[in-house]
């Protein structure tokens, strides 16, 4: 069976994992969802990714972060750019996810980066997604 959206299949992987407080989410690695997980990881969304070799595609481990209230820190995850329907923006008309509280990430010509780090670059992208 192929799938159509990878990382979109990933993100929801992540949030329901989340809202059952599941201490990790196992997701079928990539280098696209790599990326995103490393970029999570340095906002501070999740706690920690490993990745696991299967001798096959390999899995991306990614353990949860929690707040005190036992609440998951990833509150909200949606895809902005679809297979079917591809957002780009100018890093002037980039989105600002709840006021500067959750981030988008952006596909751009240097890698996988922020709303933020393209702001201060100077540069736009194809919106992937915004996390709160």
Not at 71 to 85: E, F, L, N, T
Not at 95 to 122: F, M
Request: proline share 4%; aromatic share 6%; glycine share 8%.
């Amino acid at each position: 069976m192929s799938m159509t959206d990878p990382i979109a299949d990933y993100l929801t992987r992540v949030r329901n994992a989340g809202r059952a407080r599941h201490r990790y989410a196992d997701v079928p690695a990539s280098r696209v969802k790599a990326q995103i997980s490393r970029i999570l990881l340095e906002n501070g969304f999740v706690d920690t990714v490993k990745y696991i070799d299967d001798s096959r595609q390999g899995v991306l481990r990614v353990y949860l972060k929690y707040t005190k209230d036992k609440d998951s820190v990833i509150q909200g995850a949606r895809r902005v750019s679809k297979p079917s329907r591809r957002v780009y923006k100018p890093h002037k008309a980039l989105p600002r996810v709840l006021g500067g509280y959750g981030i988008a990430i952006i596909s751009t010509s240097q890698g996988l980066l922020t709303d933020l780090q393209c702001r201060k670059r100077g540069i736009g992208g194809e919106v992937l997604c915004e996390v709160w």
